[in-house]
């Protein structure tokens, strides 16, 4: 194997048995305390004294990222998160374990990292591009682009500490995107910037990844995981809780986020429906139509269950494909196993990347509480809606059954993908969705606004 081969063979990163532990001392003077007594009690033959408690932000973290991958870290603040990119950036060096990275890495860190607060916004960059491996000539070859993509005007010979937050933001990023980077690692920073800046970023973000880069990309947001990344990792409490396809991991993070666990409903919790291999089964006609997949993953508290899902036509026809603009019925069916004094039913539409289209509840719809429901009481939602015309490919439903209100409640059950449905045609020319257009017109005339109109 050629030495070209070998390295291609390589992961991007590549991170063994990392852990990170940080003394946390209750007072000042403790540190003086572990600095001299350790050492003059060993001297005097006593056993040494710590005057410190240990906190383990990180343990045993072990996986590799291959090159051309995009990974996501997801967890709750305190996590861990923060102190494995700065490992893995090599601006913190671990208590144990390795890290390997293998070609120039970049990183938008915590707010300001990197920039001297004295300096302008100017000669931060020459000294970012410094650190990142670039010669003076190679910065002055791309300082255009840089402050281009910044876009803060005349605030690049201004002091970075009269900044605003966004703006630290912009000349961070704008500087990463220019190194020309091999691997790049974007921390919650992003989520500082406008709208516009954010769309920025993410636009360089997917030509990086087009271009073959590796990507390592933290964020609250579940949305931006499933659509930027396809792998995602799960940390709580410095441990590694999930490796694995971005959309599971994000849904197994949002159940925990109400304190249970996703798992698969045993194969008798529906009695009374018919067993279905896949979304799909046929009726009388020997036509096909969704069917809610009763084995389908689920949280909840157990309070109450989904037993079906339908999605109908206007006049009660169970649908066997949709192509957008017809009134449509999604028909939710539950029973409450123990009391719920505020029922409420919702539902997501999500497209095959995890992504949200829409949703809504019967909380939202009904513009406030609904009656009790006693143990053993059937419950059925209704939502009527007009379909709206979306790309060719399959689409999934998301329903769930809480009780409280919209703000705040308690989730009682929630099944993923619990109907899968299929889009056969499109009107949507870009986008997720297409709207439902009554006309398009087009006007062409001269200077004095005389002219011809089409639609």
Request: with cysteine; hydrophobic share 45%.
């Amino acid at each position: 194997m050629s030495s070209d081969a070998r390295i291609d063979a390589e992961p991007a990163i590549l991170v063994e048995g990392v852990a990170k532990c940080y003394q946390i001392y209750a007072r000042p003077q403790d540190r003086l305390r572990q600095a001299v007594l350790p050492r003059v009690r060993e001297h005097l033959g006593f056993a040494p004294k710590q005057y410190f408690s240990e906190f383990w932000a990180l343990r045993d973290i072990g996986f590799r990222i291959e090159r051309g991958e995009t990974v996501a870290i997801i967890g709750k603040n305190g996590s861990g998160k923060s102190t494995l990119l700065q490992v893995i950036c090599g601006t913190l060096t671990p208590t144990a374990g390795e890290v390997r990275v293998n070609g120039r890495i970049a990183a938008l860190l915590e707010l300001g990292s990197g920039f001297n607060p004295e300096f302008t916004g100017r000669e931060n960059v020459y000294l970012n591009g410094s650190v990142l491996g670039l010669t003076r000539a190679q910065v002055d070859e791309r300082f255009e682009a840089i402050t281009a993509f910044a876009d803060i005007g005349e605030f690049i010979d201004q002091p970075v500490k009269t900044y605003s937050s966004g703006m630290y933001v912009r000349l961070a990023f704008a500087v990463i995107a220019n190194v020309d980077a091999d691997v790049l690692v974007v921390d919650e920073a992003l989520a500082v910037g406008d709208v516009f800046f954010a769309q920025k970023c993410m636009r360089f973000l997917r030509q990086f990844q087009e271009g073959g880069g590796t990507l390592v990309f933290v964020s609250h947001s579940s949305a931006a995981v499933v659509n930027l990344c396809r792998r995602a990792i799960w940390l709580e409490k410095g441990h590694v809780v999930m490796d694995g396809p971005a959309k599971d991991v994000s849904e197994a993070y949002h159940a925990k986020s109400y304190g249970m666990d996703v798992a698969a409903r045993a194969a008798d919790d529906d009695a009374g429906h018919e067993d279905v291999a896949d979304a799909e089964i046929t009726d009388a006609s020997t036509m096909k139509v969704f069917r809610f997949n009763p084995g389908a993953a689920a949280f909840g508290d157990g309070r109450a269950r989904i037993t079906s899902v339908a999605l109908l036509a206007a006049d009660g026809r169970r649908l066997s494909r949709v192509e957008g603009g017809e009134q449509v019925r999604l028909q939710v069916d539950a029973v409450a196993n123990d009391d719920l004094a505020s029922p409420v039913v919702g539902f997501f539409l999500k497209d095959h990347l995890g992504q949200h289209l829409f949703g809504t509840n019967t909380y939202l719809r009904g513009q406030g509480p609904r009656p009790p429901a006693a143990a053993g009481q059937r419950l059925r939602a209704e939502f009527a809606f007009r379909m709206p015309w979306l790309p060719v490919g399959k689409y999934s439903f998301d329903v769930a059954l809480a009780d409280g209100t919209h703000a705040e409640h308690v989730q009682a059950a929630w099944v993923f993908d619990g109907l899968v449905i299929e889009s056969i045609t499109s009107s949507v020319a870009t986008g997720l969705v297409g709207l439902p257009y009554h006309s398009v017109t087009l006007v062409s005339g001269d200077a004095d606004g005389s002219g011809t109109r089409s639609s």
